[in-house]
């Protein structure tokens, strides 16, 4: 059976000490470092850029998967893939060119995946199911932490994971948005292969145990 992989979102961390945080991830045994870029302007907050990918690439061995919320992400995705990144993702709902942008990602020689809101139709992944390595099920409305998961959301992750396994498709299965202790099971249930946990991993008393509950 293949483990599920977890990838804590250092937008719970402490913005102050996040190299601090990266390599407390590290150290704890997360498998993936979730980064959560956003513009203000696709979602209504602000975070991360290029050079703190930058600084921060160093400071662990583990796998960046970079999520990008942003207008127009085919403009930025190479540089993202520069400062450090080993997957970037992007929202359908953002970008008009999306075969050309996971393209761009790929040629810059990174791995891409795609990402859909909760209104998003599952369907939306059918064109590029064999292009992408990861589709992303957001379970919440992009740009804050903290959220309730959304009702319905399971439903959705097994659509995907239909879909993905009827075209023989490598790509896994992420979920982002409300996952903790107590709902993860269903979560991979449902067919997820990654989860993303921000304050059920940075805002939990014992982070290491967090995670061992997460995956197990």
């Excluded at 309730?148 to 396994?165: H, N, P, Q, T, Y």
Aim: net charge negative; aromatic share 8%; with cysteine.
């Amino acid at each position: 059976m293949k483990q599920t992989i977890i990838a804590p979102s250092i937008l719970s961390g402490n913005f102050a000490s996040l190299g601090d945080e990266v390599r407390n991830m590290t150290e704890i045994g997360a498998d993936w470092i979730h980064v959560d870029v956003m513009d203000g302007v696709f979602v209504p907050n602000l975070t991360f850029g290029f050079k703190m990918i930058k600084d921060l690439r160093p400071l662990s061995k583990l796998f960046f998967d970079v999520h990008l919320m942003i207008t127009e992400p085919s403009r930025y995705v190479e540089r993202f893939v520069q400062s450090g990144a080993d997957l970037v993702s992007f929202h359908v709902e953002a970008e008009k060119d999306i075969s050309g942008t996971l393209d761009k990602i790929r040629n810059a020689g990174c791995k891409c995946g795609l990402v859909i809101n909760p209104d998003t139709p599952v369907d939306s992944f059918a064109p590029y199911v064999d292009k992408v390595d990861l589709m992303l099920v957001m379970s919440v409305f992009p740009g804050f932490g903290g959220q309730k998961f959304i009702d319905g959301s399971l439903e959705r992750i097994a659509v995907a994971k239909s879909m993905r396994d009827k075209a023989g498709a490598n790509a896994l299965i992420e979920v982002d948005g409300g996952v903790n202790v107590e709902n993860a099971a269903d979560i991979i249930a449902a067919g997820a292969d990654i989860l993303v946990a921000g304050n059920a991993v940075f805002g939990a008393p014992d982070r290491k145990e967090a995670i061992r509950l997460l995956r197990n």
